[in-house]
């Protein structure tokens, strides 16, 4: 393997780890950068997620938080654009939107109608009859549906994407656990791993559930712990319905291209507990007939759990770290982390190359003095 001293070395494989990696290499063609981490780790969040991009359906202020994931779902088409041209690998995108049915949101309806038009939101009010023609599928009693301007991907096919374009470029995509660091006072030299020691000039801890864990070994307290989320894939004829369906504690997505749906999905702290169990899904699968009836009769394709990484505050820590001269965070990006990608990507590559204009201090890593 080569070890040598690298410009960049990001620990994490996941969608923010390499999308980080992938920013930096075309923003700065000649860095030397590697990629740490297991990357098909089962329970890892890039892999496990349905690949809602909802920054409108998510949020219902208009905060920091709010635009910067609005900002990345402006930036998706054209970040999947650019890397698929580099990977030659596709990744299903689709702008088709989302439905939110009234009965779900029953308490915060007119909330979420003058949010959407305050904030200047794409949507569109369905009265049932509309329901009926537009989305007949529905259950009857959904009563009107809120159409959103959202959006859709692949989530599986985006890192494998990610993966591919980060070999292409020239980026060590090397499977190491990091289990240590070498320090030289209050700067990194090497990460510590099964293959041995890599030495870089600049880290990026990017490694989702898993970097309060690694952050301690650096006597760092990152108050950042995982949210368990059980999921499924059942199997309904592409053509079914093409919008992501929020209902009330549920949701489902598209993934089309005979990829069936997902349903999602359950949020447990319980650690990294990686069971998956079958009475969970079959209620999930209930809830979500509820509004889609097809469903009870889909075939269960698979399940699976996959842990986010929740910060405290539940917003992203990105940035510079306080402690160290030389490493940087991204992570807790929580339920959105593939929503925040394209913009996550640009930011960090900002903080990094050290020309980041305007530091979001609601995501800085000052706030936990980390
Ligand atoms: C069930 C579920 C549904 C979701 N749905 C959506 C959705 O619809 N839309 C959306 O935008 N977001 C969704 N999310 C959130 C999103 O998936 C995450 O925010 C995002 O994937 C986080 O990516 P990550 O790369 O930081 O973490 P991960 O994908 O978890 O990757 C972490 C990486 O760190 C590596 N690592 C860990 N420890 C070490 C170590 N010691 N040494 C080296 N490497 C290490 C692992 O191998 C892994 O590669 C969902 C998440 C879950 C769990």
């Known amino acids: 393997m080569d070890n040598g001293n690298f410009d960049i070395v990001v620990i994490g494989s996941g969608v923010i780890g390499h999308s980080i990696a992938f920013r930096l290499k075309q923003d700065v063609p000649h860095l030397k950068i590697a990629v740490l981490g297991d990357p098909v780790n089962s329970l890892q969040a890039s892999r496990a997620a349905a690949g809602m991009l909802a920054p409108f359906c998510e949020c219902d202020k208009a905060d ?39 009965s779900n949101y029953r308490e915060t309806w007119e909330e979420r109608k003058a949010f959407f038009l305050r904030e200047n939101i794409p949507h569109e009010l369905w009265s049932m009859e509309k329901v009926r023609r537009k989305a007949p599928y ?10 959103v301007g959202e959006g859709q991907v692949n989530n599986r096919q985006m890192h494998d994407s990610l993966m591919q374009a ?36 600049k ?7 898993w970097s309060s864990q690694l952050a301690r070994v650096l006597e760092v307290s990152i108050p950042l712990k995982p949210i368990k989320g059980q999921m499924c894939r059942v199997q309904l004829d592409d053509h079914f319905m093409d919008f992501t369906l929020h209902g009330k504690m549920t949701y489902i997505a598209p993934w089309r291209e005979g990829n069936g749906f997902v349903i999602g999905s359950t949020m447990e702290d319980r650690g990294f507990d990686p069971s998956i169990e079958d009475e969970v899904i079959d ?73 980041l204009c305007d530091e979001i201090l609601e995501f800085s890593p000052t706030r936990y003095n980390l």
């Open 138 to 147: 529905l259950a009857e009693d959904c009563g009107e549906v809120m159409w």
């Open 64 to 102: 920091q938080f709010f635009r910067f994931c609005r900002d990345s779902l402006d930036k998706f088409p054209l970040f999947l654009a650019e890397l698929v041209s580099v990977s030659e690998v596709p990744v299903h995108f689709s702008p088709a939107g989302s439905l939110m049915p009234a």
């Open 166 to 201: 980060s070999r292409k470029l020239g980026i060590h995509v090397l499977e190491a656990n990091v289990s240590g660091f070498i320090r030289k006072g209050s700067t990194i030299a090497s990460a510590v791993t099964d293959s041995g020691n890599i030495s870089g000039e």
């Open 203 to 209: 880290f990026v801890l990017a490694s989702g559930s």
């Open 283 to 355: 209620r999930l699968i209930a809830k979500a007939a509820e509004i889609l009836p097809a469903l009870k009769t889909a075939p269960l394709i698979e399940s699976w759990t996959g842990l986010r990484p929740a910060a405290e505050d539940l917003m992203p820590i990105m940035g510079k770290s306080v402690k160290y001269e030389n490493l940087f965070y991204s992570s807790g990006h929580y339920r959105n982390g593939i929503l925040m990608t394209p913009n996550q990507a640009d930011y960090m590559s900002g903080v990094i190359r050290g020309t």
